[in-house]
């Protein structure tokens, strides 16, 4: 048995069937989870998972109006 990462709601399963990446459903909460270690058997939120790759894209975001600024003041020199 493990517990959900976000209600911590009981989650009867077989542990010996799971490999790392299988889904699950939370049948408490609803959430969507994935299996993210099998030794211990360890759950991540779907949720957990999305906002991880939101700060990733932010951080992109970012560092392309650094370039954006470069090439202003390199225009700005020329003149």
Same mark, same amino acid.
């Given at each position: 048995?493990?517990?959900?990462?976000?209600?911590?709601?009981?989650?009867?399963?077989?542990?010996?069937?799971?490999?790392?990446?299988?889904?699950?459903?939370?049948?408490?909460? $609803?959430?969507?989870?994935?299996?993210? $270690?099998?030794?211990?058997?360890?759950?991540?939120?779907?949720?957990?998972?999305?906002?991880?790759?939101?700060?990733?894209?932010?951080?992109?975001?970012?560092?392309?109006?650094?370039?954006?600024?470069?090439?202003?003041?390199?225009?700005?020199?020329?003149?």
């Amino acid at each position: 048995m493990v517990n959900c990462p976000l209600c911590d709601a009981v989650i009867d399963v077989d542990e010996e069937e799971l490999d790392e990446g299988d889904p699950l459903i939370c049948e408490e909460c $609803g959430a969507n989870l994935t299996v993210s $270690g099998v030794s211990p058997l360890e759950l991540a939120s779907e949720k957990e998972d999305e906002d991880d790759d939101d700060d990733l894209d932010d951080d992109d975001d970012f560092d392309d109006d650094d370039d954006e600024v470069e090439e202003d003041e390199e225009k700005d020199e020329e003149y």
